[in-house]
Nanobody, 124 residues
Framework: QLQASGGGLVQAGGSLRLSCGTS????????TGWFRQAPGKGREFVAA????????YFAESVRGRFTISRDNAKNTVYLQMNSLKPEDTAVYYC???????????????????WGQGTLVTVSS
């Protein structure tokens, strides 16, 4: 079971760090992605990291502002969000998928396990 946390209310230009953790199953065998869904919109890809942290991927809208990292010893993946904008307001979801897959990291079908979301609100 994935657990996303760290959301909250922040002013534009501020920062937040989201965490995605799991209990029980070891996390380090799984690629992990972050997606978000704003009110009235579909779920969109934000960032992803390979199972060993060797590769990272970002949506163009967050590149240069967000970073993704993982600590497999702690069974946790982090999404560091800097220079936040009001358009970053959304519910953020983390998801885990197999080490290797024929689907792209930005595709929702790449991931088989989804956590509950954590709300990020950026005020202007």
């Amino acid at each position: 079971q994935l657990q996303a946390s760290g959301g909250g209310l922040v002013q534009a230009g501020g920062s937040l760090r989201l965490s995605c953790g799991t209990s029980g199953r070891t996390f380090n065998n799984y690629a992990t992605g972050w997606f978000r869904q704003a009110p009235g919109k579909g779920r969109e890809f934000v960032a992803a990291i390979s199972w060993n942290g060797g590769n990272t991927y970002f949506a163009e809208s967050v590149r240069g502002r967000f970073t993704i990292s993982r600590d497999n010893a702690k069974n946790t993946v982090y999404l560091q969000m800097n220079s936040l904008k009001p358009e970053d307001t959304a519910v953020y979801y983390c998801a885990a998928g197999a080490r290797y897959s024929g689907s792209y990291y930005y595709a929702t079908d790449r991931y088989s396990n989804w956590g509950q979301g954590t709300l990020v609100t950026v005020s202007s």
